[in-house]
């Protein structure tokens, strides 16, 4: 199947890049993939030792990113082959391997993102938010001449099919009605680490609609939010229409 197009999304936790994939494993034309360099970036940090499930991660899947890259760039099984990444899980592997197909930056107001992930893994570094990756992975891209598009959170629950037809024009796929609903409960690509992180997709039927966070922000968590505030004003500002 030559002409396969391979959608890589490189996302930052809680934006919702699980509810893309199950939007795109709606598709007639598509197979998603759950993560697959998670068991790689596991192994390779001391994450190993605070995220849920670390071992049994590690244990179900590939952990030599090499090879994890060679199958993104090389599978043939679908025509339109789905990618979930979290971008740090990247680490220092060859990233030349991202030419072959559409590159999504995804990412989300760092004031609704860190409380969220603050309620699985508290506490967490600017290692573990993706927001310091996202503005590397974007110099890096720019350098080495590699397309990309970056959309944001909020803007895909306020209007999800105005966006996914973006990311689809972007991608140059066709755009499918099925995409924005789907049955609820899990999906078999689910990782093994769904039952700790996907309770909201689980409950879904589609892209649930944007609302405000009424909560007060953690105190603990101000320093980190002003560090990735200013790797986030960076990254909005690529958004283009």
């Known amino acids: 199947m030559t002409n396969t197009k391979r959608i890589y999304l490189w996302s930052g936790p809680r934006n919702i ?15 998603v993939f759950d993560e697959p360099l998670y068991g790689h970036y596991l192994s390779k940090t001391n994450a190993k030792r605070y995220h849920p499930n670390a071992d049994l991660i590690i244990n179900s899947m590939e952990c030599n990113g090499a090879k994890v ?11 339109v082959l789905f990618f979930k990444n979290m971008t740090h899980h990247l680490l220092d592997l060859d990233k030349s391997f991202m030419k072959k197909g559409t590159n999504i930056i995804l990412t989300r107001s760092p004031e609704e993102m860190l ?16 927001y310091r990756a996202h503005f590397d992975l974007i110099l890096e891209l720019t350098e080495n001449n590699t397309d990309y598009v970056v959309m944001d959170s909020k803007k895909i629950l306020e209007n999800p099919e105005q966006e996914l037809k973006r990311l689809c024009k972007h991608a140059n796929i066709p755009f499918y009605k099925e995409m924005l609903s789907w049955p ?3 999906r078999p690509e689910d990782g093994v680490w769904a039952n700790h992180w996907y309770h909201n997709v689980h409950n879904s039927t589609g892209f649930m609609k944007y609302q405000n966070k009424k909560e007060e922000f953690p105190f603990e968590l101000l320093p980190l939010l002003e560090e ?8 909005i500002k690529k958004i283009k229409y």
Not at 69 to 79: G, K, L, P, Q, V
Not at 228 to 235: F, G, K, T
């Open 69 to 79: 890259i060679n199958h993104m760039a090389e599978d043939e099984s679908a025509e």
């Open 17 to 31: 890049s699980t509810t893309l994939m199950y939007s795109f494993a709606q598709r007639p034309d598509a197979k």
């Open 184 to 186: 609820i409960g899990p």
């Open 115 to 130: 409380p969220s992930y603050h309620k699985v893994i508290p506490n967490p570094t600017i290692n573990d938010v993706g």
């Open 228 to 235: 990735c505030q200013m790797y986030y004003d960076q990254l």
